[in-house]
């Protein structure tokens, strides 16, 4: 714990009006970094509710010394400025935040304020509508002469970002209001994700996000990178700002529709018959909002929602009240960043406390070691929760969660529950810090972790049986092994019946011939002659015609760690044979040994590339699948690239600085399929030199020994890439 921590948990009263200025300063970092991360990013590092706990601790502050707010206090601000890329819109009247209650006494406080402000007597009932607070973006639109011309988001609530375009894709929202429509009005609602579909969504991201892993790992260059969302909201916010839009309209996302912005005629007099417009405009208005003739009303109405919370298809995080007549909303107006017509009632955070029984490590398909809590079956908020997510290794260490541990849940908006800290108190004398494995649960491989990752990982890429039906896909695929006829659902059949457990098992498929031909679809009720009682005997003769693999695709084959087929062709140029290659990696996984070294001039091959090469061959059971499946399947060595006739034929080229188009070592794969020697430094021997930008001293001295010197343009000419 900080100090400033320890200073938080003292009411302000007790705070000297010093402590209480840097506490507010450090506030005020504090929540700009968390309001970013959010608003901006779309990534919240913090749950709901610690976020808001610190909004209300500077609340509280500024409550006891108001001379103290800053002028960049976060009770002045609203969201995050718009972020670069899209075009600003200036709301015609600005999009605010609300004030939050969170319980009875606050909402009547709130209730009071109004009737002072208005001179309202206390017998005077406050007639509210109630709508439910879904946790998901607001959006304004701006409808003139009846058609949609502009949406954008709340932004810093004065500017916010033009997302027309991926706004006309929703098909919640119409392009024309029908009937009677106001010259110019601004319509205010929320884009959001149902629960079902966010789950649906992630868990394609998640897929997404472990493939595009895999395949930088093998060397492959992945473009926009995939993510997963921490909750629905972040998840509606990240489709909706996509600088694309056909991204948007593959997205799941809905709109209801509740408030209006600037107007040039008011079509209501009040908030309710407000939403009956809407509706005639075939907006979607949350049909659960009601209109609450008094407080009383509304505090029934909380609680009723309390209890179909955990039922909703989409998450709300409290309810909104608003005051009904919009002549007393627009005599009340705004205070700093809310009005003082509605408000927020938010649901206390659903936490619950319950014992840790054990720690499980779950294993990817690609071989990553996930930590998830089995706890004490625990009602959270209506839901019983029995599993919670640890996210890695680092974060059990930091929280020092421990099996035996009385831990506190917590479900607060999120759909997955996570452990949020343990109750020290009650941990048991004889626990211990819990140890994260370092061989994989599934097969017993060593599970590494290198430098500046948070996942550990399975090193039994060939045999463990959480990766092997990826593994497998990846084997027979088209880069790879290429066997026509056998793809993934044919390699999962395979694997389910227990034909496949390994790649070599693919070679030794002819035996259970008789047996395959006995599957559905597979021959066994088709006339001789069909296309199905050939499948069989299409697929053996398939996998034979592979049975010699050439050594670079069999390499790639391997699915080894950043071992693509980029480097997988140099390490087969390089090596030649299986026998060497198996040999000199066998050797290499002595530090300093010479082929250690080999392994490490080669051009293309940088330090991460050998280090992964050495644990595939450190784990000894990859050894005997490799050694299996060569025996099936010989490798063909690689022949010396064909010395074609062409400008790069025969000759050393060198490449220096940094090109614009491709890497190094791509520029040096091309440049040896067209024959050419890669070598990484100048000499006599060099016939060219490729310059890029900032080269140094090869430059310099390719110019001295009189060595032909390339810009990149000529040299793509020459290689014929454009
Ligand atoms: N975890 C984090 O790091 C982090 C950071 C910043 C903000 N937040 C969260 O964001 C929220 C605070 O942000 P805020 O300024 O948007 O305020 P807010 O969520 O308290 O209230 C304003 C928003 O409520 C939404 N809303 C939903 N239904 C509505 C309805 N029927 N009528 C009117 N508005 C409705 C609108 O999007 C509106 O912009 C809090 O829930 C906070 O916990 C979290
Ligand atoms: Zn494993």
């Given at each position: 714990?900080t100090?400033?921590?320890?200073?938080r948990?003292?009411?302000?009263?007790?705070?000297?009006?010093?402590?209480?200025?840097?506490?507010?300063?450090?506030?005020?970092?504090e929540?700009?970094?968390h309001?970013?991360?959010y608003?901006e990013?779309?990534?919240?590092?913090?749950?709901?509710?610690?976020?808001?706990?610190?909004?209300?601790?500077?609340?509280?502050?500024?409550?006891?010394?108001?001379?103290?707010?800053?002028?960049?206090?976060?009770?002045?601000?609203?969201?995050?400025?718009?972020?670069?890329?899209?075009?600003?819109?200036?709301h015609?009247?600005?999009?605010?935040?609300?004030?939050?209650?969170?319980?009875?006494?606050?909402?009547?406080?709130?209730?009071?304020?109004?009737?002072?402000f208005l001179?309202?007597?206390?017998?005077?009932?406050?007639?509210?509508?109630?709508?439910?607070?879904?946790?998901?973006?607001?959006?304004?639109?701006?409808?003139?002469?009846?058609?949609?011309?502009r949406?954008?988001?709340?932004?810093?609530?004065?500017?916010?970002?033009?997302?027309?375009?991926?706004?006309?894709?929703?098909?919640?929202?119409?392009?024309?209001l029908e009937?009677?429509?106001?010259?110019?009005?601004?319509?205010?609602?929320?884009?959001?994700?149902?629960?079902?579909?966010?789950?649906?969504?992630?868990?394609?991201?998640?897929?997404?996000?472990?493939?595009?892993?895999?395949?930088?790992?093998?060397?492959?260059?992945?473009?926009?990178?995939?993510?997963v969302?921490a909750?629905?909201?972040?998840?509606?916010?990240g489709?909706l700002?996509?600088l694309?839009?056909?991204?948007?309209?593959?997205?799941?996302?809905?709109?209801?529709?509740?408030?209006m912005g600037?107007?040039?005629?008011?079509?209501?007099?009040?908030?309710?018959?407000?939403?009956?417009?809407?509706?005639?405009?075939s907006?979607?208005?949350?049909?659960?909002?009601?209109?609450?003739?008094?407080?009383?009303?509304?505090?029934a109405?909380?609680?009723?929602?309390?209890?179909?919370?955990?039922?909703?298809?989409?998450?709300?995080?409290?309810?909104?009240?608003?005051?009904d007549?919009?002549?007393?909303?627009?005599?009340?107006?705004?205070?700093?960043r809310?009005?003082?017509?509605?408000?927020?009632?938010?649901?206390?955070?659903?936490?619950?406390?319950?014992?840790?029984?054990?720690?499980?490590?779950?294993?990817?398909?690609?071989?990553?070691?996930?930590?998830r809590?089995?706890?004490?079956?625990?009602?959270v908020?209506?839901?019983?929760?029995?599993?919670?997510?640890?996210?890695?290794?680092?974060?059990?260490?930091?929280?020092?969660?421990?099996?035996?541990?009385?831990v506190v849940?917590q479900?607060?908006?999120?759909?997955?529950?996570q452990?949020v800290?343990?109750?020290?108190?009650?941990?048991?004398?004889?626990?211990?810090?819990?140890?994260?494995?370092?061989?994989?649960?599934?097969?017993?491989?060593?599970?590494?972790?290198?430098?500046?990752?948070?996942?550990?990982?399975?090193?039994?890429?060939?045999?463990c049986?959480?990766?092997?039906?990826?593994?497998?896909?990846?084997?027979?695929?088209?880069?790879?092994?290429?066997?026509?006829g056998l793809?993934?659902?044919?390699?999962?059949?395979?694997?389910?019946?227990?034909l496949?457990?390994?790649?070599?098992?693919?070679?030794?498929?002819?035996?259970?011939?008789?047996?395959?031909?006995?599957?559905e679809?597979?021959?066994s009720?088709?006339?001789k002659?069909?296309?199905?009682?050939?499948?069989?005997?299409?697929?053996?003769?398939?996998?034979e015609?592979?049975r010699?693999?050439?050594?670079d695709?069999?390499?790639?084959?391997?699915?080894?760690r950043?071992?693509?087929?980029?480097n997988?062709?140099?390490?087969?140029?390089?090596?030649?044979?299986?026998?060497e290659?198996r040999?000199?990696m066998?050797?290499?996984?002595?530090?300093?040994?010479?082929?250690?070294e080999?392994?490490?001039?080669?051009q293309?091959?940088?330090?991460?590339?050998?280090?992964?090469l050495?644990?595939?061959?450190?784990?000894?059971?990859?050894?005997?699948?490799?050694?299996?499946?060569?025996?099936?399947?010989?490798?063909?060595?690689?022949?010396?690239?064909?010395?074609?006739?062409?400008?790069?034929?025969?000759?050393?080229?060198?490449?220096?600085?940094?090109?614009?188009?491709?890497?190094?070592?791509?520029?040096?794969?091309?440049?040896?399929?067209?024959?050419?020697?890669?070598?990484?430094?100048?000499?006599?021997?060099?016939?060219f030199?490729?310059?890029?930008?900032?080269?140094?001293?090869?430059?310099?001295?390719?110019?001295?020994?009189?060595?032909?010197?390339?810009?990149?343009?000529?040299w793509?000419?020459?290689?014929?890439?454009?």
């Open positions: 714990m100090g400033h921590d320890a200073l948990t003292r009411p302000p009263e007790a705070l000297t009006e010093e402590e209480a200025a840097a506490e507010l300063a450090a506030l005020a970092a929540i700009a970094h309001d970013r991360a608003h990013k779309d990534a919240p590092e913090v749950s709901d509710a610690e976020y808001d706990a610190l909004v209300r601790r500077n609340q509280a502050i500024e409550g006891r010394f108001p001379e103290l707010i800053r002028g960049d206090s976060p009770s002045r601000r609203v969201g995050s400025k718009p972020v670069e890329g899209f075009a600003t819109v200036r015609g009247v600005p999009m605010l935040s609300l004030g939050n209650v969170f319980d009875e006494a606050e909402f009547a406080e709130f209730c009071a304020r109004i009737r002072r001179g309202l007597p206390a017998e005077e009932p406050l007639r509210f509508v109630g709508e439910p607070k879904i946790d998901g973006l607001s959006v304004n639109l701006l409808y003139e002469d009846g058609r949609f011309v949406g954008a988001t709340r932004g810093d609530g004065t500017t916010g970002e033009d997302i027309t375009a991926n706004l006309r894709t929703l098909r919640d929202l119409p392009d024309r009937g009677i429509a106001p010259r110019s009005i601004e319509i205010r609602g929320e884009v959001f994700m149902e629960k079902a579909e966010f789950l649906a969504f992630n868990a394609k991201q998640a897929a997404l996000v472990e493939e595009q892993a895999r395949r930088a790992a093998a060397g492959e260059r992945i473009g926009e990178r995939a993510r969302f909750n629905p909201r972040n998840a509606a916010a489709s700002r996509q694309d839009p056909k991204i948007t309209a593959g997205r799941p996302l809905k709109l209801f529709a509740y408030a600037a107007a040039s005629e008011a079509p209501a007099a009040t908030h309710w018959d407000w939403l009956g417009v809407l509706r005639g405009w907006f979607a208005v949350n049909p659960l909002s009601r209109l609450l003739p008094d407080a009383e009303a509304a505090a109405f909380q609680a009723e929602m309390t209890a179909e919370r955990a039922g909703l298809g989409y998450d709300i995080d409290g309810v909104v009240y608003k005051l007549r919009l002549d007393w909303q627009a005599r009340l107006g705004f205070v700093g809310a009005p003082r017509w509605a408000v927020a009632w938010k649901f206390p955070a659903e936490q619950a406390t319950t014992t840790l029984l054990k720690i499980e490590i779950q294993v990817g398909r690609t071989g990553a070691l996930t930590p809590a089995v706890m004490q079956p625990v009602n908020g209506g839901v019983m929760v029995q599993h919670a997510t640890l996210h890695n290794e680092d974060e059990i260490a930091r929280k020092d969660v421990r099996v035996g541990d009385t849940i479900r607060a908006g999120d759909v997955i529950p452990v800290s343990v109750v020290p108190e009650k941990r048991p004398e004889d626990s211990a810090p819990f140890a994260f494995p370092e061989t994989c649960p599934a097969c017993g491989s060593h599970a590494v972790r290198p430098p500046g990752e948070v996942v550990r990982r399975c090193t039994g890429g060939l045999i049986p959480a990766q092997t039906v990826e593994r497998l896909k990846h084997f027979v695929s088209r880069n790879a092994m290429d066997i026509e793809g993934e659902e044919n390699i999962q059949k395979l694997y389910d019946e227990g496949v457990r390994s790649p070599a098992d693919i070679f030794r498929l002819s035996r259970h011939a008789e047996r395959m031909r006995g599957w679809g597979w021959g009720r088709s006339k002659g069909t296309e199905e009682s050939r499948k069989v005997a299409n697929l053996l003769a398939a996998i015609a592979r010699r693999p050439p050594l695709r069999f390499i790639f084959a391997l699915g080894i950043r071992i693509g087929e980029v997988a062709k140099l390490l087969a140029r390089h090596y030649h044979s299986f026998a290659w040999e000199k066998l050797a290499a996984r002595v530090i300093g040994s010479e082929a250690r080999e392994l490490g001039s080669i293309g091959i940088g330090p991460t590339i050998a280090e992964a050495v644990e595939f061959f450190g784990e000894e059971r990859n050894l005997a699948a490799l050694d299996d499946l060569a025996g099936e399947a010989p490798p063909e060595p690689v022949a010396a690239p064909a010395a074609a006739d062409g400008p790069f034929a025969g000759k050393t080229v060198v490449f220096t600085g940094s090109l614009e188009t491709m890497t190094r070592d791509e520029a040096g794969d091309v440049a040896e399929r067209l024959g050419a020697k890669v070598a990484k430094s100048v000499s006599k021997r060099t016939d030199v490729v310059v890029g930008a900032d080269a140094g001293s090869k430059a310099t001295k390719a110019a001295e020994l009189g060595v032909r010197v390339l810009t990149e343009a000529e793509r000419g020459m290689a014929g890439l454009g």
